[in-house]
Nanobody, 123 residues
Framework: QVRLVESGGGLVQAGASLRLSCAASGRTFSNYAMGWFRQAPGKEREFVAAINRNGIPFYGSSVQGRFTISRDNAKNTVYLQMNSLNPDDTAVYYC?????????????????WGQGTQVTVSS
């Protein structure tokens, strides 16, 4: 099982960019599908993006065209490049990993979660 540590969150103005990183421990990172989810206060956890073991990305409708997920298996790291941020993107962003199959956008299919990193976008 991997252990996940997110970084890169912060406070930015609307229109800015941020890149989140999720570093994974363990030697089998390449076997995992990786996902990013977010949760704003008072709201349910929302699917942001995922990348499967073959490097194929998937995106939630609210971030399509603005966010890019990528992975570097040599560094055991998955990234989330976030562009054109707006206040609706404010949330705690969580990295997740899974070995099993199923809908990549479903949070209950992921086995391991990071502690989260706060992203705040001011207007």
């Amino acid at each position: 099982q991997v252990r996940l540590v997110e970084s890169g969150g912060g406070l930015v103005q609307a229109g800015a960019s941020l890149r989140l990183s999720c570093a994974a421990s363990g030697r089998t990172f390449s076997n995992y599908a990786m996902g990013w989810f977010r949760q704003a206060p008072g709201k349910e956890r929302e699917f942001v993006a995922a990348i499967n073991r073959n490097g194929i990305p998937f995106y939630g409708s609210s971030v399509q065209g603005r966010f890019t997920i990528s992975r570097d298996n040599a560094k055991n790291t998955v990234y989330l490049q976030m562009n054109s941020l707006n206040p609706d993107d404010t949330a705690v962003y969580y990295c997740a990993a899974r070995l099993s199959g199923g809908n990549l956008g479903a949070s209950n299919t992921y086995d391991t979660w990071g502690q989260g990193t706060q992203v705040t976008v001011s207007s």
